[in-house]
């Protein structure tokens, strides 16, 4: 049987319980600006439809990281921001995905263990040494993996993962 004073941590959580399971539920804001990116398939969170629309402003509320690495398609070493990936499944509801399919504008697609964006801070990178980037520089939404922090990560198979010109993932 709980008492009075058992009961009180419960009491005193409840309101903050409930704001979570609220804020969990509600829906994601519709983008205002032009729509970088899209995902479909399943998830639990959406704002067009059956599917999740972003604009620029709504990636760059997510939580980012900076990432100063070299990449296998640049000659120096480079500074990209963009938002983490498993932030992004996070706020679709789809954070529990073994794997997901990421779509270029090409229609070139790379399948996507999400335990990659789990063990290492894997970006959606939006800029490059602080400017956006442009279709001429794999924007503009580019996978990119911390290569300098973990040079094991410099493979054929994480190349093929590190997607540019990002518009689509798919969560099956």
Same mark, same amino acid.
Request: charged residues 25%; proline residues 8%.
């Given at each position: 049987?709980?008492?009075g004073?058992a009961?009180r941590?419960?009491?005193?959580l409840l ?9 969990l539920?509600s ?9 970088? =990116?899209?995902l479909s398939?399943?998830i &639990? ?5 059956? *599917?999740?629309?972003?604009d /620029? @402003?709504m ?5 980012a990281?900076?990432i ?5 398609w640049?000659?120096?070493?480079g500074?990209?921001?963009?938002? =983490? ?5 996070e &706020? ?5 995905a *073994?794997?997901?399919?990421? /779509? @270029?504008?090409?229609?070139y697609?790379?399948?996507v ?7 290492h801070d894997?970006i ?5 040494d602080?400017?956006?980037l442009t279709i001429?520089?794999y924007?503009?939404l580019f996978v990119?993996?911390p290569f300098?922090?973990?040079?094991e990560?410099?493979t054929e198979?994480?190349?093929?993962r590190s997607?540019?010109?990002v518009?689509?993932?798919i969560?099956?």
């Amino acid at each position: 049987m709980l008492t009075g004073i058992a009961l009180r941590p419960l009491v005193l959580l409840l309101p903050a319980l409930m704001s979570c399971s609220i804020a969990l539920a509600s829906p994601l804001p519709v983008p205002t600006g032009r729509v970088l =990116l899209a995902l479909s398939g399943d998830i &639990t969170h959406t704002n067009v439809g059956d *599917e999740a629309h972003f604009d /620029r @402003a709504m990636l760059e509320a997510l939580p980012a990281r900076v990432i100063e690495t070299h990449t296998p398609w640049h000659s120096d070493r480079g500074r990209y921001e963009g938002p =983490l990936v498993r932030a992004l499944l996070e &706020t679709v509801g789809a954070a529990e995905a *073994e794997q997901v399919r990421i /779509r @270029a504008l090409n229609h070139y697609e790379a399948e996507v263990p999400v335990a990659d964006f789990r063990r290492h801070d894997v970006i959606l990178a939006m800029t490059r040494d602080g400017d956006p980037l442009t279709i001429r520089e794999y924007g503009p939404l580019f996978v990119l993996y911390p290569f300098d922090e973990h040079p094991e990560l410099l493979t054929e198979a994480i190349r093929f993962r590190s997607v540019w010109h990002v518009e689509r993932i798919i969560v099956p």
